[in-house]
């Protein structure tokens, strides 16, 4: 058990797994750390337990019984604002790209570890508080606008459809404008946790920003990676 005070106690939590015993056990972990936690075991009520509890956090497995987890997540994003923790098996890198691509926050291999767990959903329920990494609340590049304050994100005066990991690392690069940020500076900032070398979710989400954004993924001018060091967000262009 986890004895330190968090600010986030009695947020609540839906969790999405068919494994009844790990369900519970983590639903025990959990409001032992001073969350409030639903269980929910069959995917084909995912959709609208998502929907209409609108919980802070979804923890959500990747294979479930009525729909899997991908489908769950590609259905609720454009209407669930919060965090999906996604859980994915250990080996597949696939399943973990697949699941960012549909619009997960984060992901967890199993078996799961409640530590690892915790720490992990912790950094995705600091994201919803003010950012300290730029004192402006909005900041405008052209025809881009980036609004911390709401979070949220136009272009020529549209509404930019951005999930809250996106908008997250949109946001940081925003701030950090004219400076290459490595790899290791965006996984320490936005994830708590040291870049190991492989994982790809950094990777995937600039892809997925790029168009969102109207910069060519083909030959970015706003977002440009920097080879062997991480990525660069222009200014001026």
């Not at 919980?55 to 769950?72: F, N």
């Not at 600091?126 to 730029?134: I, K, L, Q």
Request: glycine share 6%; with cysteine; proline share 5%.
């Amino acid at each position: 058990m986890d004895d330190s005070v968090d600010p986030h106690e009695q947020d609540h939590v839906l969790i999405i797994e068919d494994d009844e015993r790990l369900a519970e056990l983590t639903r025990d972990y959990l409001e032992a750390n001073g969350f409030r936690v639903t269980l929910e075991a069959d995917g084909a009520h995912g959709v609208e337990r998502i929907l209409t509890l609108q919980p802070d956090l979804v923890i959500l497995d990747l294979m479930l019984p009525g729909e899997d987890g991908l489908s769950i997540c590609r259905r609720v994003r454009s209407d669930y604002p919060g965090p999906i923790l996604m859980l994915t098996a250990r080996t597949d890198d696939m399943d973990q790209v697949l699941g960012l691509e549909m619009g997960a926050d984060d992901y967890v291999p199993k078996p799961v570890q409640p530590r690892v767990l915790l720490a992990r959903m912790r950094a995705l329920l600091r994201r919803r508080e003010p950012s300290a990494a730029s004192e402006e609340p909005r900041l405008t590049f052209g025809e881009l606008e980036i609004d911390n304050s709401t979070r949220e994100a136009f272009l020529s005066g549209e509404r930019i459809d951005l999930t809250s990991a996106e908008f997250d690392l949109l946001w940081l690069l925003a701030c950090n404008a004219g400076r290459v940020l490595t790899r290791e500076e965006i996984f320490s900032q936005l994830r708590g946790i040291k870049y190991d070398g492989q994982d790809r979710s950094i990777d995937v989400r600039v892809s997925r920003i790029r168009p969102k954004i109207g910069d060519d993924p083909n030959q970015p001018q706003r977002i440009k990676t920097v080879r062997s060091k991480g990525y660069l967000f222009v200014k001026d262009i």
